[in-house]
Nanobody
Framework: QVQLVESGGGLVQAGGSLRLSCAAS????????MGWFRQAPGKEREFVAA????????YYADSVKGRFTISRDNAKNTVYLQMNSLKPEDTAVYYC?????????????????WGQGTQVTVSS
């Protein structure tokens, strides 16, 4: 069992930056591939970024490539999402998720555990 708690969301102007954190409970964090997803009102949850268990491989949606960076610190049981050059279309609730079996998956169904989400709002 893994419990995930996101933090770091908020209101920012277009062009600004935010850093999201996701803290995981338990001593098995390094066994899980991690991902970030987001969901805007009236839209389906969509993939943002993912990182392998060791942090050696990262994956990004085309819409955030070059602007967002995913990283993890297994000693701190935490995964991060650094978001730069934010746009109004990045406004959404951001969720972190853990997958035991899938590396870099962009599919919601491949993730076993989810956080409660943190709101990111980008004003124009």
């Amino acid at each position: 069992q893994v419990q995930l708690v996101e933090s770091g969301g908020g209101l920012v102007q277009a062009g600004g930056s935010l850093r999201l954190s996701c803290a995981a409970s338990g001593r098995t964090f390094s066994r899980y591939n991690m991902g970030w997803f987001r969901q805007a009102p009236g839209k389906e949850r969509e993939f943002v970024a993912a990182i392998s268990k060791s942090g050696g491989y990262t994956y990004y949606a085309d819409s955030v490539k070059g602007r967002f960076t995913i990283s993890r610190d297994n000693a701190k049981n935490t995964v991060y999402l650094q978001m730069n050059s934010l746009k109004p279309e990045d406004t959404a609730v951001y969720y972190c998720a853990a997958s035991l079996d899938y590396t870099g998956s962009s599919y919601v169904k491949d993730y076993d555990y989810w956080g409660q989400g943190t709101q990111v709002t980008v004003s124009s």
